[in-house]
């Protein structure tokens, strides 16, 4: 399908050379006196058929949950007011990558300063470590997370060699116990993550507790460490103390710099893939998923957190093409903001997860089979939780797509 007929599909945009005369004004005053909310973002959106960043102005008003676009460069409104249920007030900080009828958007600065005062001003970012203890306890940790308010916007599963282990606490260099910690947390993989929210920083590592487990049990029973923790260096995970160190310890994971960070765990044999989708992610279930996930008994062998591109979408879904009606929609939903991606290693796995995850409908799953992944946490054919691998001799394919390939 051309390009430039599917980006206009069904979306309610405008040529008109309307000036808004609503623009610089931080909220819009109603017939009643009363004011309403509008939150204002700079966005950019990659227009493939021009191949042009192109700028907008992106209004979001919580009240009714609208949304509205000005085209910066050319100065008029290219998508007037209109209801738009699938973005979310949660989802509106800088960074992320947004999906506005069909547009994938990012998200580059605050509009104006009373959006950045509202949303922006204790927002934060800190690397939280899940060490090699509960690797297997993802779920949870992913759990308790989400439940206090903070998201995960970068996640990589990974194992660190002894030097790698070293260089990242190296403040503790001197300390008694620094061989112990640097051997411990390169004996086995870890899972490396970065949080956002308000108050970020302090709110993981009161989560975690504090350091000695023993001491999180007396002090903080219902801390992760207390939970989860076994002593002083088998205490589940490492959260940054400060902003300079979270800068710095980011940094150190996910540095800017593609291909430089620790790498995947993948082990492409025996493995089939699955991907908890963007709409299943920002509904806050991922932590629910991956429990269900290694509850019944599969091993996560490889897991990371992926920002797809519209091209990289429609390659990937490449033989659903033209058999699948939903293919546009799949590739959509696909690049509508972050998924992770996991591996899931065993013998004959591509069939026994498969069917764990269920039909791709989940109305049809809620009714056949009730305890399947698309039952449980899928709402339609295209958001349905989760995509898995289709044909055993694919698995390995699709797992080096993303850890091999989009990894790079
Ligand atoms: P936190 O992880 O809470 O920031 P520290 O920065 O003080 O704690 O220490 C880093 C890590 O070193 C701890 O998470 C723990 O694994 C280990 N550690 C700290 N103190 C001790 C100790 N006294 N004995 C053994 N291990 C320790
Ligand atoms: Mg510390």
């Given at each position: ?107 580059i600065e605050y509009g104006d300063q009373y959006t950045a005062n509202k949303l922006g001003s ?287």
């Open positions: 399908m051309d390009r430039r007929q599917e980006s206009t599909l069904d979306v309610p945009f405008t040529d008109t050379n309307t000036q808004s005369p609503s623009i610089h004004l931080t909220y819009l005053t109603l017939d009643c006196g009363m004011k309403e909310d509008r939150y204002a973002f700079l966005a950019e959106w990659y227009d493939p058929t021009a191949a042009l960043l192109r700028r907008y102005q992106l209004f979001y008003y919580p009240k009714d949950g609208s949304v509205e676009m000005f085209d910066v460069k050319n100065q008029r409104i290219f998508l007037r007011r209109t209801k738009y249920e699938d973005l979310h007030q949660e989802d509106l900080f800088i960074g992320n990558r947004v999906n506005v009828f069909s547009r994938q958007l990012n998200l204790k927002k934060e970012r800190t690397l939280a470590v899940v060490k090699p203890d509960v690797v297997t306890k993802i779920g949870d940790v992913l759990e308790l997370i989400y439940s206090s308010n903070l998201i995960v916007t970068k996640a990589k599963m990974t194992k660190l060699t002894w030097s790698q282990a070293a260089d990242f606490y190296m403040e503790h260099q001197t300390k008694p116990f620094f061989n112990n910690l640097v051997q411990f947390v390169s004996s086995g993989p870890v899972v490396a993550m970065e949080l956002m929210g308000d108050e970020a920083i302090s709110i993981w590592r009161r989560l975690l507790g504090p350091a000695d487990s023993a001491v999180a049990r007396r002090e903080a029973p219902q801390s992760v460490r207390a939970q989860f923790g076994t002593d002083g260096i088998k205490n589940v995970g490492h959260g940054s103390d400060s902003l300079a160190a979270a800068a710095r310890e980011l940094e150190f994971f996910f540095p800017s710099k593609i291909g430089h960070g620790p790498s995947n765990t993948a082990i492409f044999t025996d493995c089939t893939c699955c991907i908890i989708k963007p709409h299943a992610i920002s509904e806050g279930l991922t932590g629910k998923i991956v429990n269900s996930i290694s509850s019944a008994g599969f091993e996560i062998s490889a897991l990371q957190m992926f920002n797809v591109d519209r091209a990289n979408a429609e390659e990937f879904y490449e033989v659903y093409k033209g058999v699948v009606t939903e293919y546009p929609s799949m590739v959509t939903e696909l690049c509508s903001g972050p998924c992770m991606v996991l591996e899931i290693h065993g013998t004959d796995t591509p069939k026994s997860f498969r069917e764990f995850c269920g039909p791709a409908d989940p109305e049809i799953a809620r009714h056949l089979r009730p305890t399947t992944l698309r039952a449980l946490y899928g709402k339609d054919k295209v958001k349905n939780a989760v995509h898995c691998t289709d044909l055993a001799e694919d698995g390995v394919l699709e797992v080096q797509y993303f850890f091999k390939i989009l990894d790079g």
